[in-house]
């Protein structure tokens, strides 16, 4: 068996929260923050993983798995317990392996972090036993692990939402109506940044409720003489009704204005009643919620069990007012979650060929006066956006799976082809911050950095580069393809590049072997004139290469800071690796289209038309 990727989404819940575990439903949503682990199979029969992001690690012989994961002197082992039930139910493996887990799920935060690295790992576990489960009884076997080992609360909610992915209403018992997301809205997670205690406020939460139950001889109607019970068993009453009104107004989908803001309010009642009676919310959430309401949002709620973590703020349109508003305090943080697929594994059969390719898009496009990501500028038929005509073109000569690079603040990249998907391409998405204490990005090679940091599955193949803001000419991205570390040497004629705009790109300088040995960006005239080749040609670099993705990462994270623009410089890092491996530089013919000034809007619109009707 080869290596393989399991991934599992973060969840929000819109409506019900703390109430699976009474028995009723819960409106829920997957969110595209995802946990990715990586299986490597190995030779003997331990079970490793290790978290890089976390420093911890650990090992399981598979011959001798203990009966129980429970620990009374130390914290449970819940990835051993998937094991251990995983045995009960007759799953066998012919080999150990080595895990890397990598998540972007805020941990203890209210989002599931723990599950979803549980669902992650028990939908490993079932393929390298050769297991085939349904969503649902992955759902249930993560459940199993995760809560019935430990005869810890909780409900199954958080295990459904997980492995089912999208938009649903989970019930008790595991049964699911799936919802449209269609007009759903948007979303603002915030994070605390203030840990939980998640067993603390369930068994708080979930005891005091079943024993105020008992008290009322099994039904919650009928007041009760204490005030503090009484307020428990109202808000408990009425959080279940407006999860049963928001259920009945989402079922159709394709929501209007209207009942957006109606079920905003009612998120909104929801959180009083978590914020009261069953008193899981912080000073700091209230913040954070009132913040989020003061600047716009239609509704906002803590999120998940409560006592710290996470909030949401719903919206009618992305807003960066309100996730600004969420920020009351130097340690919260927030950022845009939109609905994503459930639980998945990525395997590569040996014929794949994934020809990923790494787009670097996180430019805002402020030079451009659009309003909008320069990669994103709808400049082809129907109001293409230029990014989507790069990746079709990249999907046509045999790309299946990209990742585009973006700036925090972009609102509009991911959202847009979440409802545009490309057809035949695996596309996620990467964030580029800009580290503390600066006051811009730390430029295109941290860029690539942070790309790359987000597809551990990428490990062992080669990667394609290439800007958001140029569309290269037809055989481009096949041309690369065909070469494990290779640059595209493109003819400054073929370009069509007068000599003052070549000054703008960067020249190649080979060795006669065609290996590459330098890249000048900005040179000057007597620089461009000492690259020429043999037989006469200037070269020209537009930052579209392929190298493995080792090595990649390495020169790209060691890439030091340019003394002239304070920036992590793609060329190089390019060239760093050339000081120790081979870049074959493939002399290449063609015009790029090239979004750089505001002035090359009409041009491409125009180069596209006429290449349209040819």
């Not at 007041?223 to 068993?233: G, I, T, V, W, Y």
């Not at 009104?245 to 989908?253: K, V």
């Not at 230029?386 to 046509?396: D, E, G, K, Q, S």
């Not at 072997?513 to 007597?526: A, F, N, R, T, W």
Request: charge should be negative.
């Amino acid at each position: 068996m080869q290596a393989f990727q399991s991934s599992a989404p973060g969840r929000i819940c819109l409506f019900g929260e703390h109430q699976d575990y009474l028995g009723w439903p819960a409106i829920v949503m997957a969110i595209d923050l995802r946990c990715n682990l990586t299986f490597t199979p190995r030779s003997d029969r331990q079970a490793a993983w290790s978290s890089p992001d976390l420093g911890l690690s650990n090992s399981y012989d598979l011959d001798a798995l203990p009966e129980t994961a429970r620990h009374p002197d130390r914290q449970n082992d819940h990835l051993l317990a998937a094991l251990i039930e995983s045995r009960k139910s007759g799953w066998c493996w012919p080999s150990g392996w080595d895990v890397v887990i990598e998540s972007e799920v805020p941990v203890q935060a209210g989002c599931s972090s723990s599950t979803a690295l549980m669902v992650a790992w028990t939908a490993g576990l079932a393929h390298m036993a050769g297991i085939q489960l349904t969503p649902s009884e992955l759902a249930m076997a993560a459940h199993r692990a995760e809560v019935l080992h430990f005869n810890e609360a909780g409900g199954s909610m958080d295990q459904f939402a997980i492995a089912l992915g999208g938009l649903n209403r989970v019930h008790a018992d595991g049964r699911h109506e799936p919802f449209s997301t269609d007009g759903i809205g948007h979303f603002i997670l915030g994070n605390s940044g203030v840990t939980k205690d998640t067993q603390g406020i369930l068994k708080r939460c979930k005891t005091d409720r079943l024993a105020l139950l008992d008290k009322m001889g099994g039904h919650w109607d009928g007041a009760l003489d204490d005030p503090a019970d009484n307020a428990l068993r109202l808000a408990t009453l009425k959080n279940r009704e407006l999860e049963m009104q928001a259920a009945q107004m989402m079922q159709g989908g394709d929501l209007d204005s209207a009942t957006l803001a109606q079920l905003g309010q009612m998120m909104n009642v929801h959180f009083e009643g978590l914020a009261g009676p069953l008193g899981v919310s912080t000073p700091l959430i209230d913040r954070m919620c009132n913040g989020a309401l003061k600047a716009g949002a239609l509704g906002a709620k803590i999120n998940g069990s409560g006592g710290g973590g996470c909030m949401i703020a719903w919206c009618a349109d992305l807003n960066a007012q309100v996730r600004d508003g969420i920020c009351v305090d130097p340690k919260v943080t927030a950022c845009n979650v939109q609905p994503a697929p459930g639980a998945a594994l990525h395997i590569h059969p040996p014929h794949f060929q994934a020809n990923p390719v790494l787009v670097l898009a996180a430019g805002l496009g402020s030079r451009m006066k659009a309003g909008r990501p320069k990669a994103m500028l709808e400049v082809g038929p129907g109001g293409t956006p230029f990014l989507a005509l790069i990746l079709r073109r990249a999907v046509v000569e045999g790309c299946r799976e990209a990742t585009v690079v973006v700036h925090p603040k972009d609102e509009i990249t991911a959202s847009y082809f979440t409802s545009h998907p490309v057809k035949g391409l695996d596309l996620q998405f990467a964030i580029q911050y800009t580290p503390k204490g600066r006051s811009k990005p730390l430029g295109a090679a941290h860029a690539a950095e942070t790309g790359l940091r987000s597809r551990p599955d990428w490990a062992g193949l080669s990667v394609t580069v290439c800007n958001g803001d140029n569309l290269p000419p037809q055989g481009a991205f096949r041309t690369l393809f065909s070469a494990e570390a290779s640059l595209l040497a493109c003819d400054r004629l073929a370009l069509e590049l007068p000599l003052e705009r070549t000054r703008a790109f960067a020249v190649i300088h080979t060795g006669e072997d065609g290996k590459l040995q330098h890249i000048q960006e900005k040179p000057s005239d007597e620089q461009i004139e000492a690259s020429r080749t043999a037989d006469g040609q200037v070269r020209v670099s537009m930052n579209m290469f392929r190298l493995p993705y080792d090595g990649f990462l390495k020169v790209t994270s060691e890439c030091p800071l340019s003394v002239e623009r304070d920036e992590k410089e793609l060329p190089t890092a390019v060239v760093n690796w050339a000081q120790t491996g081979s870049i074959e530089c493939i002399p290449f013919a063609g015009a790029f289209l090239d979004l750089t000034h505001p002035s090359d809007v009409a041009i491409v619109s125009r180069a596209l038309e006429a290449e349209g009707s040819n």
